[in-house]
């Protein structure tokens, strides 16, 4: 009934399978890869027939972990699985990215890959799994790819890289000072197709290293797909690249002038226009049947990419006016708004972004629930793109792939710097709302966002800067690389190579080729005049600011504290009565973890020291030969209980409430007075000893001794 194919190998640590025969038949191609006891299906299925009037490829990602493939079930109100998770998302637009340029050009027909996590071993990654498992259902779907592509993540720590580290060393690397990266990079057999990464300051020739070393990694993986595909594969889809030769020679005729004229333009919005002109213009001396051609917006497009591409290589003269390594005009603004605790305009060119930061407390933490587990996360980044931003009308709603993919790569240039928990122990939550856009606009984010910060008084180890670098690569091999690309250079151009980092070393680097053809010296290169650009734009950032940062008045103040363990339970109390009580009292948000780590944040310091004598009286113990101010809370015949060390009371000897004889405590006290008392030590009983007559009532200091011996 079923004809199974299986081929598995060894791949670092584990064992690597790929089995396709035995389910989801129906699907152009299945394959189910499994590393160690991470299993994740990958199902394919293409159109044979192109939608009428269809200009783009119609691609589309998903992965989605299953609950169950963990041993979990969903938490909230429906327990089942709902709208994709960050992870989920992310990982989607990771497998989109290196296999989207891979279907051979012209094929537009509707294309779905559907990842889903079977199983997870809580070891291994399943992302990459789900990589790999998509590039093999493509490479035997007899679907127009030509792949097939492999993945692997890569570590560093203590100078070695490291295959597929487990996710373990990879959680959280902030707390983890041993493990500098994490690092994704997808390929071909020839050429490196993406890169994702989140670092610690590494130099250009460490991140290089570790690409190149993931691009050899890959290849045995590769091997295995196609030797899956000489076992399994269907017959390829008979599909013919159109030509449209003669509608280009047309199109080109009619108005290759006018469009060259039209990115002479350096300005965005002025060449935007005198390009849709253009367009019109060439519309108007084409024939009815060249301009019911469906292939009439991939001739126009080819017009503009040729112009722009083919004058950057020949004169290294960009649209803008530029030079291949030139950055555009910056200009950085702090403090801009009144009432955030936090924030920053940063304005390179034509892209804007206006990012602001707040502090919060512990209870603002954002609770995650992953397959791997449930962990809490204090740096939270969202990005926003509006239609408004590159002058359109449009949707405006939720955040998008795009955007959750823009605000985690700027995430993760940023976090590398943030002070540990211990010694800022606020919640940080930096939005970048992009005003502007004309390129990377999430490079502006990251510099914005270090900026916000700063102002909100972040103490960051370092500011983080980060550029967007282009690639023009042409038949011949000549080249050039773009320095902070603009929007038309990152639709039209060959690479998109992002590049965040401090002074000292790279924090994120983000990679997407459209080509197959890209050496380790154009990547070296590319490395080496980001570095360049990224140390330009730091320089400009930091004239934005002066000396160091007030901290927001309007931003909570957090002070913690250290209690015993064993004490945990006092500063609770029933049902969390005592803890409410402090609340009340103080007006501070207190918050205890389980390592005994108090947490008092409110925006009026009194209110936090009220918190922290409440709590210290509860958990401290009262010191032998210390002064305390008490009250009066019973007098008998033989003494004055006062109540002077947070609930705890003491007795005051009649004898020792003045330096003469009284008749009754009551000659001189009266309950609820306030007075000043010396804890004299502890009876054989462990009663509280106190003393009134060696402290002077007014000052509250200890008695001189001829005072005492009066």
Not at 263 to 281: G, H, P
Not at 398 to 416: D, V
Not at 492 to 520: C, H, R, Y
Not at 624 to 635: M, N, P, Q, R
Request: charged share 25%.
């Amino acid at each position: 009934m079923f004809n199974v194919t299986k081929k598995e190998m060894q791949w670092g640590q584990e064992t690597l399978t790929l089995e396709t025969g035995k389910i989801a038949r129906q699907a152009d191609g299945s394959v189910i890869a499994t590393l160690g006891e991470t299993s994740v299906m990958a199902n394919v299925t293409f159109a044979k027939t192109q939608k009428p009037g269809q200009d783009f490829f119609p691609l589309t990602v998903h992965y989605n972990e299953k609950y169950y493939a963990a041993g979990k079930v969903p938490g909230g109100f429906f327990k089942r699985e709902a709208r994709p998770t960050e992870k989920e998302t992310l990982t989607s637009r990771l497998i989109d990215r290196p296999i989207r340029p891979l279907f051979v050009p012209g094929f537009k027909n509707e294309v779905l890959v559907i990842c889903t996590v079977l199983s997870h071993d809580l070891v291994n990654d399943p992302d990459i799994v789900a990589m790999i498992a998509a590039s093999a259902a493509l490479t035997i779907s007899g679907a127009p790819f030509m792949g097939p592509i492999a993945g692997c993540r890569v570590g560093f720590a203590n100078g070695e890289y490291v295959l597929n580290p487990e996710i373990d060393d990879m959680h959280n690397l902030r707390l983890n000072p041993e493990q500098r990266l994490d690092l994704v990079v997808a390929g071909t057999k020839d050429a490196v197709m993406m890169v994702e990464s989140e670092a610690y300051e590494l130099t250009e020739a460490e991140m290089l290293g570790a690409v190149n070393f993931a691009h050899q990694q890959i290849q045995p993986v590769i091997d295995l797909i196609i030797d899956l595909a000489e076992a399994a594969a269907k017959e390829p889809f008979d599909f013919q690249p159109v030509d449209y030769s003669d509608l280009y020679a047309a199109v080109k005729a009619a108005g290759e002038t006018e469009m060259r004229a039209a990115f002479a333009i350096t300005d965005k919005q002025e060449r935007t226009t005198a390009i849709a002109n253009a367009v019109e213009s060439i519309k108007g001396k084409l024939s009815e049947e060249q301009l019911a051609d469906e292939n009439l917006g991939s001739a126009i497009k080819k017009l503009e990419s040729g112009i722009l591409r083919g004058d950057v290589v020949k004169t290294g003269k960009r649209i803008d006016g530029r030079d291949t390594k030139t950055v555009r005009p910056i200009v950085c603004e702090t403090g801009l708004l009144p009432r955030t605790h936090g924030s920053a305009l940063f304005t390179r060119g034509e892209t804007q972004g206006l990012v602001i930061t707040t502090l919060g407390t512990g209870d603002d933490e954002q609770m995650i629930d992953a397959l791997h587990g449930t962990y809490k996360s204090n740096f939270l980044l969202h990005y926003n793109f509006p239609p408004y931003s590159v002058g359109e009308v449009g949707r405006f709603g939720p955040p998008g792939r795009r955007e959750i993919g823009h605000g985690k790569l700027a995430w993760r240039a940023l976090q590398a710097v943030l002070p540990a928990a211990t010694d800022f122990p606020y919640t940080i939550r930096v939005v970048s709302e992009i005003t502007e856009s004309n390129g990377s606009s999430s490079m502006a984010s990251v510099c914005g966002g270090s900026l916000s910060m700063m102002d909100a008084g972040v103490p960051l180890k370092a500011p983080v800067a980060g550029v967007a670098m282009g690639l023009i690569l042409e038949d011949d091999g000549s080249y050039a690389i773009l320095t902070d690309i603009l929007g038309d250079e990152d639709h039209l151009g060959d690479m998109d190579f992002k590049v965040a980092g401090t002074e000292n070393g790279i924090t994120s680097l983000q990679m997407d080729i459209k080509v197959a053809g890209i050496t380790p010296e154009i990547m070296e290169k590319a490395l080496a005049q980001a570095k360049d650009g990224r140390l330009h734009i730091l320089g400009e950032m930091n004239k934005a600011l002066s000396g160091a940062q007030e901290f927001s008045v309007h931003a909570p103040r957090i002070e913690t504290m250290q209690v015993p363990v064993d004490k945990i339970r006092e500063v609770i109390g029933s049902g969390g009565k005592v803890i409410r009580e402090i609340v009340e009292v103080s007006g501070a948000k207190v918050d205890i973890n389980d390592d005994g780590i108090i947490k008092i944040a409110s925006a009026n310091g009194d209110s936090i020291k009220k918190a922290y004598d409440m709590i210290y009286s509860i958990v401290a113990e009262p010191e032998e030969g210390k002064i305390y101010k008490g009250t009066v809370v019973k007098l008998v015949d033989f003494g004055a209980f006062v109540n002077f060390f947070g609930k705890r009371d003491g007795l005051v000897h009649v004898s020792q409430i003045e330096n003469r004889r009284l008749n009754h405590p009551s000659d001189v006290l009266k309950e609820g007075q306030e007075v000043w008392v010396k804890l004299l030590g502890f009876d054989d009983r462990g009663k509280v000893r106190l003393s009134m007559k060696v402290v002077n009532q007014e000052t509250g200091e200890e008695a001189k001794a001829e005072e005492g011996a009066e």
